[in-house]
């Protein structure tokens, strides 16, 4: 069975930080270009950051570059994103996406970030 499983979230100071974790099973998570996208309440999903299959490419949007980090350790089949500096607006849902194909495109269920003091 194929599944994304999205950890590390919860509830942060302002400034502080989380590492997000991203796991895959049932596939080959090391083959497919790995996403990371946010949706905040009555937001639209937004893209975050992405990462080649062989992390020697990696994008950030404007909103995050210089704070978020995003990795992976294809031995343990997981995709990461650091995010540093943490703003009350980047509360959302988080989720992973890892894609090969139009076939091959597999979501997580989300995991909470809540950036309050």
């Known amino acids: 069975q194929v599944q994304l499983v999205e950890s590390g979230g919860g509830l942060v100071q302002p400034g502080g930080s989380l590492r997000l974790s991203c796991a895959g099973s049932?596939?080959?998570?090391?083959?497919?270009?790995t996403k990371w996208y946010r949706q905040a309440p009555g937001k639209e999903r937004e893209w975050v950051a992405s990462?080649?299959?062989?992390?020697?490419?990696?994008n950030y949007a404007d909103s995050v570059t210089g704070r978020f980090t995003i990795s992976r350790d294809n031995a343990k089949n997981t995709v990461y994103l650091q995010m540093n500096s943490l703003k009350p607006e980047d509360t959302a849902v988080y989720y992973c996406?890892?894609?090969?194909?139009?076939?091959?495109?597999?979501w997580g269920q989300g995991t909470q970030v809540t950036v309050s003091s």
């Open positions: 996406n890892a894609v090969k194909s139009q076939l091959n495109n597999y």
């Open positions: 049932g596939f080959t998570l090391s083959t497919y270009a």
């Open positions: 990462i080649s299959s062989t992390g020697n490419s990696k």
